[in-house]
C-alpha cells in the first residue's frame, strides 16, 4: 500500500554567523529549535519542518536545484550565485544589529587609492568575486580580482592592493588598518523557496504562515506594549498623546469614571512618552515586552 504521510518541508537554515540570531528569531516566533554541536540537522518543535544547517553562500544554490524546499539566505548570494528562487519576504536581521549589511571595498589606511578608479589594473580579494567583478565591470574598471578562502583582511597590503569584504559595523576593517573607499552592494536575509515547492498548495501556506510570523517576531522587537488606567475627565487628553498601530483599545473599569488603555508603541518612545501621560492624568502604567506583532 502507498505511503499517504506528507513528507516534511525541508529548510535550510544558516550555519555561522546568523546562526544563533535565527534561532533566537525562530524562538520569538514560536518554534523551539534544538540545536546539537555534532549534528547539522537540528531539531524543531513542528513535525512538518525538517531543518538543515548550511553556509549562506550555498543556501539559494541547493534551493533552486530542489534539494531544499526553502531556506533563509542572504540577499548578497543570491546575486553571487544568480540563483533562480522565489523570494518570498525579507528579514531585516544580522548578527549584531537589525541594520543591512555591506559588502565594502576596502584599502590600507596608507594605500594612495582614494576611489575605485584609482585600483585600475590591480589585484582585489575577496569570497564575492562575481559581484565584484560585475562592479567594476560597470564602472569600466579592469582589475584582477581573485578568490579568497578566509581571513581576507590581512592580505591587505601586501598579498593584495584591495579587498572587498563583508562588515556590518566597519570594526573588523578598522581593526586591521582598512579604509573603505566604495560600497558594492547592501544585504539583508531573504527567505526564499525553491520554484516547485511554491506551487505545492501545502508547502506554499507552511511558507507563507512561517514567514508572517517571522515578520511579526521582527516587528516586535522596534515595539512594546503599554498598559495604563485613566479617569474619565482625563481620557481625552491621554489618548491625544498616544501613538498606535491602530487605534488604542479602551475598556472601562469595574468603576465606570476609570477606563483601561492598552496600546502597542515604538520602544524608542517610551522614555519620552510615559512622562507625558502621566503629566495628562495617566496613572499604573505598565510596559511590557512583545514576541510577536502581525499587522
Not at 588598518?177 to 566604495?182: T, Y
Request: hydrophobic share 40%; with cysteine; charged share 25%.
Amino acid at each position: 500500500m502507498a505511503n499517504d504521510t506528507p513528507k516534511k518541508m525541508i529548510i535550510g537554515l544558516p550555519k555561522g554567523s546568523l546562526e544563533q540570531a535565527t534561532y533566537d528569531l525562530f524562538a520569538k516566533a514560536g518554534y523551539v529549535i534544538s540545536p546539537s554541536r555534532r549534528s547539522y540537522y537540528p531539531g524543531i518543535d513542528d513535525p512538518d519542518l525538517s531543518l538543515i544547517l548550511l553556509r549562506p553562500q550555498e543556501m539559494a544554490r541547493y534551493v533552486e536545484q530542489g534539494n531544499l524546499d526553502c531556506g533563509l539566505t542572504g540577499k548578497d548570494w543570491i546575486l553571487e550565485n544568480g540563483s533562480d528562487v522565489h523570494e518570498i519576504c525579507e528579514l531585516e536581521y544580522s548578527k549584531a544589529t537589525t541594520n543591512p549589511v555591506r559588502w565594502v571595498l576596502a584599502v590600507h589606511e596608507d594605500a594612495p587609492f582614494q576611489k575605485p578608479e584609482d585600483l585600475q589594473g590591480k589585484t582585489i580579494a575577496t569570497e564575492a568575486v562575481n559581484m565584484t567583478r560585475r562592479f567594476l565591470e560597470q564602472k569600466g574598471i579592469q582589475a584582477h580580482v581573485e578568490f579568497s578562502w578566509g581571513a581576507t583582511e590581512v592580505k591587505c597590503p601586501g598579498l593584495v592592493d584591495a579587498i572587498v569584504e563583508l562588515t556590518e559595523t566597519g570594526s573588523s576593517l578598522r581593526a586591521n588598518r582598512l579604509r573603505i573607499i566604495a560600497t558594492i552592494t547592501e544585504s539583508t536575509t531573504r527567505f526564499i523557496a525553491n520554484h516547485a515547492a511554491w506551487k505545492d498548495a501545502a508547502k506554499r501556506t507552511k511558507m507563507e504562515h512561517l514567514a508572517m510570523l517571522l515578520q511579526g517576531a521582527l516587528l516586535a522587537r522596534k515595539k512594546v506594549g503599554i498598559k495604563l488606567n485613566v479617569a474619565a475627565c482625563a481620557l481625552d487628553a491621554v489618548t491625544a498623546i498616544l501613538p498606535s498601530l491602530k487605534q488604542p483599545t479602551i475598556s472601562h473599569l469595574k468603576d465606570k469614571d476609570w477606563f483601561a488603555i492598552e496600546v502597542v508603541v515604538d520602544e524608542k518612545t517610551v522614555r519620552e512618552l510615559m512622562p507625558r501621560l502621566k503629566q495628562a492624568g495617566a496613572c499604573d502604567i505598565i510596559e511590557y515586552p512583545l514576541n510577536k506583532v502581525i499587522p
